[in-house]
């Protein structure tokens, strides 16, 4: 399956109110990377701002999770064209927008993010095309890579309502540690003020037809069945250093 039929599946998925179960990867090696592609998520995450990893390695990684079928994801560090552009280039099936604020800026991402007609990234040969060979077919995943926005902070839910409507965008991602920041309730997610937030953000989604997702970043099975049986669709499951240190836990 190539990576335009991975994300037609994908975005099927989401518009058939199905969860697709990604995950998320902060750790810089191509085998770590061919172990999360083998686990059986519909895509992983390639963590640019909080992970180790520079654009250079992203080739190798995206090669090892699209071994097992996976579709390469990118947490971009920043919004800004160059980001966009070399994420992409390198053979990202679409991009994951931190600290989204405002329907403008993801607008601007979004164009970042495509080919003319579309939007305004630079067109040319890259590992995304096979360096031209695959240009013809690239032309068509190039117009419309997926797009999810980070809602991260309380200033995003006041314009969540223009941000929801921001055309090209697949999906949101709530990030739950930098949300519960921004409310002065770091890591507190049981505070009812916490949990109201986050129904407010399902709501809307749920009006503009979007899916919502969320990062359930402990590796709680009983968690991520919750989070789906509430409607979220679009899950971060774990992070690959979490998912080892849990698994590594000394028994005693």
């Known amino acids: 399956m190539n990576r335009l039929e991975k994300i037609h599946l994908i975005r099927q998925s989401l518009q058939e109110d199905k969860p697709s179960v990604g995950s998320w990867m902060q750790i ?5 990377a061919e172990i999360m592609g083998q686990a059986g998520y519909d895509w992983v ?40 552009k070399q994420a992409l280039d390198a053979g990202a099936g679409g991009v994951i927008v931190p600290m989204v604020e405002s329907a403008e800026q993801l607008a601007y991402i979004r ?10 990234r630079g067109v040319g040969f890259s590992r995304a095309n096979m360096f031209g060979k695959n240009f013809d077919i690239y032309t068509a995943e ?10 991260e902070d309380i200033r995003a839910v006041g314009r969540l309502d223009k941000i929801l409507q921001v055309r ?27 949990s109201k937030t986050m129904q407010q953000i399902m709501d809307l989604c749920i009006h503009y037809h979007v899916p919502c997702g969320v990062h359930v970043v402990m590796p709680e099975p ?3 069945k919750k989070r789906i049986a509430e409607g979220y669709r679009f899950i971060a499951y774990s992070i690959d250093a979490v998912l080892l240190y849990t698994a590594a836990g000394s028994p005693s």
Request: some cysteine; glycine content about 10%.
């Open 168 to 194: 090209g965008l697949d999906a949101i991602l709530i990030g739950p540690y930098d949300l519960s920041a921004s409310l002065g309730l770091t890591a507190k997610f049981a505070d009812p003020e916490f």
């Open 45 to 84: 995450a390639v963590d640019l701002e909080h992970g180790s990893i520079g654009v250079h390695q992203l080739p190798d990684l995206f090669r090892a999770l699209e071994l097992g079928g996976t579709l390469p994801l990118v947490r971009l560090a920043q919004g800004n064209t160059k980001d966009c």
């Open 142 to 151: 190039a117009q419309a890579p997926l797009l999810v926005a980070m809602i």
């Open 222 to 224: 009983a968690e991520l």
């Open 111 to 120: 164009d970042a993010c495509c080919w003319p007609p579309s939007g305004r």
């Open 28 to 32: 810089p090696h191509a085998s770590v």
